[in-house]
């Protein structure tokens, strides 16, 4: 190559440097603007983490009273369902005991009112007595020295002994309508305090049979047939995924505009990215993660080294995209947040969650109400009276 080539051959490779340069550049450029753009218009109006996860309630089964466990059924339960079988032989025979003492109870407060009528027609006997022998004493001062001062010392013996019989005859109904009282049967306290030991010994022997409070699906097991429990004791846990929410774990610095109600999108990695869940921003955590875990830090030591806190947020989610695709406890979730619409407040002012609540031992209670019922009936014999107020 000549040395009047070089030059010209060195300008045209400077130029070509010179235009990718600027070519690189504007594609910056462009691009730095085009997502500017974006987050002008879009981005910054959702907040987006992986770390999220599914969460529910873990209702724990455990006994109310010691026993063999005869048989367990661990599956997909309903509330009320079986869970537990515990030997019943005790329970029962405490219950029969209960049972034979109230009927006894209730005869006995039976006989109590019965003789309320018993000792009111003794109180008008002897008053009757007492009149007779007053009117005996009266003809006698009456007739003067005819009749002998023997005779009217006895007639006056006569009147004090049925007055004394009366007196004791009124003390007699006195105290027996004390015993008795005014109510009816059912109400007397005697009665009352026989049929609170059927009822406890009725919920003791059904509680023999431990259900599931509510729906869900058994998790945890830790009896087996043949082991004895305390009360007390777990012997597994009940999972209702009908009732789940997802814990989203954002870092402290992306919450300034998240807010209660707003709508989020979320994923699970157990469906991928193509079944998608919608719920919204339920509440959020009164500390965060680090506050409340086992060991705290403990910034204020002097060695203390700033990282940035994540805040759990709380989302509720469709339930009936839960039917379509269940979820369970601990899956990985993909969560993002709208922000648009920032009305809402950001500290809870009712439950996230409502509450879950179950009915399977009160169901226990009106059958025990129904059988002390049922004894009291039995044993008044039909007597309408005394079944009333006397």
Request: glycine share 8%; net charge negative.
């Amino acid at each position: 190559m000549s040395e009047s080539t070089a030059p010209v051959q060195n300008g045209f490779e400077d130029g070509k440097r010179r235009s990718a340069m600027l070519a690189f550049g504007a594609v910056v450029i462009i691009a730095g603007l085009l997502y500017g753009l974006y987050w002008l218009l879009h981005a910054r109006f959702y907040e987006a983490t992986d770390n999220a996860y599914v969460n529910g309630n873990v209702v724990q089964i455990t006994p109310q009273l010691g026993g063999m466990v005869d048989a367990d059924d661990p599956q997909a339960v309903k509330a009320g369902q079986p869970l537990v079988q515990i030997d019943p032989t005790d329970a029962q025979v405490a219950l029969a005991q209960a049972e034979a003492d109230l009927a006894q109870t209730v005869r006995q407060v039976r006989t109590l009112y019965g003789n309320n009528d018993q000792y009111a027609a003794t109180v008008d006997a002897r008053a009757t007595e007492l009149a007779r022998a007053q009117d005996d004493l009266r003809r006698r001062q009456a007739a003067g020295t005819a009749v002998s001062r023997e005779e009217l010392d006895h007639a006056r013996d006569a009147v004090k002994a049925a007055n004394a019989n009366l007196i004791v005859a009124r003390s007699q109904l006195s105290s027996n309508q004390a015993l008795s009282g005014q109510g009816a049967v059912a109400e007397h306290p005697n009665v009352l305090q026989a049929a609170a030991r059927v009822r406890n010994a009725y919920l003791n022997y059904a509680r023999t049979m431990v259900p599931s409070p509510v729906d869900g699906y058994v998790a945890q097991r830790a009896v087996q047939v043949g082991q004895r429990v305390a009360p007390g004791s777990v012997l597994m846990s009940v999972v209702p995924l009908n009732q789940v929410w997802v814990d989203a774990n954002f870092t402290e610095v992306r919450l300034e505009h998240v807010r209660i109600g707003q709508p989020v999108t979320l994923t699970a990695d157990l469906y991928g990215g193509d079944v998608r869940y919608h719920g919204k921003v339920a509440g959020f955590s009164p500390g965060t993660g680090g506050a409340f875990a086992l060991l705290p830090a403990q910034n204020a030591t002097g060695n203390w080294i700033k990282v940035v806190q994540r805040l759990p947020v709380r989302i509720s989610l469709d339930p009936q995209e839960l039917i379509d695709h269940p979820l369970r406890i601990g899956l990985s979730m993909q969560a993002t947040i709208d922000v648009h619409d920032q009305s809402g407040k950001d500290i809870a002012t009712s439950p996230a969650v409502p509450p879950h609540e179950t009915d399977v031992y009160a169901q226990k209670a009106q059958e025990a109400d129904a059988r002390v019922a049922k004894i009291v009936q039995d044993n008044l014999g039909g007597d309408a009276a005394a079944a009333a107020k006397p």
